[in-house]
Structure formats: structure tokens, C-alpha cells
């Protein structure tokens, strides 16, 4: 029997790119997304869908239960790919775009693994892989809740991959940097959304950021197709010892072995100049 892999976010970008490589690949591959039209067009192109709204903690449990019920308690793989960016300056960020942050990249997530991990430790293997971001390592300004949010989830992560120790369950995070997606019209959006541009110190600062934000095509160096996470994903679902970390760009290895080897003014320094001040 292929082995299933549920995969969370695949209407577009590394999601999407996941889903189909490991169809490819002989997987059995469940689908989740958010939107009716996105579960859909999945659907059309012959996958098994899982509605799920990491927002809403029914929404999660009744996702877990039809995964395992699709499965026979058999799952064997989860990729936690789904999230977004709330782009913006820490004094300008509300409790309320801070716990949207949250809902997504960290409570949903875990709450999600947790209702799938009973099965994975009665079948004594499975693979919890996380999608994380080089903004897990590093912080760059003007992107506080979402450095925060990934942060969180490479913490509780590292403790949740020493408790799984001898269970046959392994976790590894992949951290990519800049890659093709909708990641930069999303973003764009949340911004929209929770930011009060014309309120804030730092308006003239936003005004750069949204040129970033709206331009066409690739915005950043080093930027690299979804495919180059998903050879990553593909490791460490296959990989008799998967590696706990996965960097993914020149960006991720750069700042992952500078943050090591700097002092921390050095580092502030360097992504400062990285980021344009707020402005890449």
C-alpha cells in the first residue's frame, strides 16, 4: 500500500508543488486547503481533499478524524506547510493581528499534530514535517509577528522532537528562504488588513515595503521554485535518518552559520543591510 502524507496549504506555492511530486512519487497524497473553489480544483486534478481552516479548532479536529478515518489509522507522514505573513512594525502590530499570527503558523499546526500523533506512535513510525522559514533563525524588521510565530514553532518543535525520541515518529523543520509562491499578494493583504500605514512613525517606511510587496515576479535574490523545498520535504519522509534541519537557499545557510559565528550587533548590522532597513 503507498504510504499517505497529508499535506496542509496546497492551493498554491510549495503546498501545491508538494502535492503533486509525491503523486508522482507513488504517494497517497490528502490534500488540504481552505477555500471550496481551492478543494476543488484539487479535486478536478484527482487528489483526496481534507477541508481545514487552521483558524478554527473544529475545523482541525474534524480534518484529524477524516484523515484517519481515509487512512485506516495508517498515516504516515505530515507536512505542515500552511501559513502566511502578517507584515508590519512591532509598535504597529494589534493583539489582534498577533493571535491571527498565531492561529495559524503555531496553534493550528500543533493542535493538528497532536490529533494525528496517537497514530502515528500505535503504528510506531511516521514523519512531522514542519515548514518553518530562515525568519525562524533570524529577524528581520518589519516582520515581528511573523519572526515570532516561527520562532515558536522551531522551539516547541525542537522539545516536541525530544519527546518523540523512541517512538519511530521523526520531526524535522525545513527552513527556506525566498521562494516563488503567493506568499508576497498574501501578505499584502493580512497588511491591508491589520496595519494602519497612515498612523504610523514609520508610513514612509511602509510606503517601500508595499512597492516590495507588489511587484511582479521574483522580488528577491537567491528566490527559488517551490521544487526546491519539496526535494527537501522528499528527504526527510525517505531518509532512514532525516536531518532535523533542512536550509533551503543561499540566504538560509548564510545567516543560519552567521548567526553563529557573529556578535550580535555584528548580525543586527548585517540584517539591517539585508532587509533594506525594512524595505526588501
Known amino acids: 500500500m503507498p504510504r499517505s502524507v497529508f499535506i496542509t496549504g496546497c492551493s498554491s506555492g510549495i503546498g501545491r508543488c508538494a502535492a503533486i511530486e509525491l503523486k508522482k512519487r507513488g504517494y497517497r497524497v490528502l490534500a488540504g486547503a481552505r477555500k471550496p473553489a481551492d478543494l476543488e480544483a484539487l479535486e478536478r486534478e484527482g487528489f483526496e481533499t481534507i477541508a481545514i481552516d487552521l483558524n478554527d479548532s473544529a475545523s482541525v479536529q474534524a480534518a484529524a478524524r477524516k484523515v484517519l478515518r481515509l487512512t485506516d489509522n495508517r498515516l504516515y507522514g505530515l507536512f505542515n506547510n500552511a501559513g502566511f505573513g502578517i507584515p508590519g512594525a512591532v509598535e504597529d502590530l494589534t493583539r489582534e493581528a498577533l493571535r491571527a499570527q ?3 503558523n503555531l496553534f493550528g499546526a500543533i493542535e493538528l499534530t497532536n490529533a494525528l500523533l496517537p497514530a502515528m506512535r500505535a503504528a510506531g513510525e511516521g514523519r512531522i514535517v514542519q515548514n518553518s522559514s ?4 533570524t529577524a528581520f524588521p518589519f516582520r515581528g509577528a511573523y519572526n515570532a510565530s516561527k520562532f515558536a514553532l522551531e522551539g516547541i518543535s525542537d522539545t516536541l522532537r525530544l519527546e518523540l525520541r523512541g517512538s519511530g515518529v521523526h520531526l524535522s523543520l525545513i527552513e527556506p528562504g525566498p521562494i516563488t509562491s503567493r506568499f508576497r499578494h498574501n501578505a499584502y493583504q493580512a497588511y491591508l488588513r491589520y496595519i494602519d500605514a ?3 512613525i514609520f508610513r514612509k517606511k511602509y510606503a517601500a515595503m508595499e512597492k516590495r510587496l ?3 515576479g521574483d522580488a528577491q535574490p537567491f528566490t527559488l521554485p517551490p521544487e526546491a523545498v519539496v526535494k527537501k520535504l522528499l528527504h526527510a519522509l525517505e531518509s532512514p535518518r532525516p536531518r ?3 536550509s533551503v537557499t ?4 548564510a545567516f543560519a552559520t552567521l548567526r553563529r559565528l557573529l556578535p ?6 548585517i540584517l539591517l543591510k539585508a532587509s533594506g532597513d525594512g524595505a526588501r
Open 102 to 104: 498565531f492561529e495559524t
Open 134 to 137: 530562515v525568519l525562524g533563525l
Open 198 to 200: 497612515d498612523a504610523s
Open 214 to 216: 507588489l511587484k511582479e
Open 244 to 246: 532535523i534541519r533542512y
Open 250 to 253: 543561499v540566504p538560509t545557510v
Open 264 to 269: 550580535y550587533r555584528w548580525m543586527d548590522w
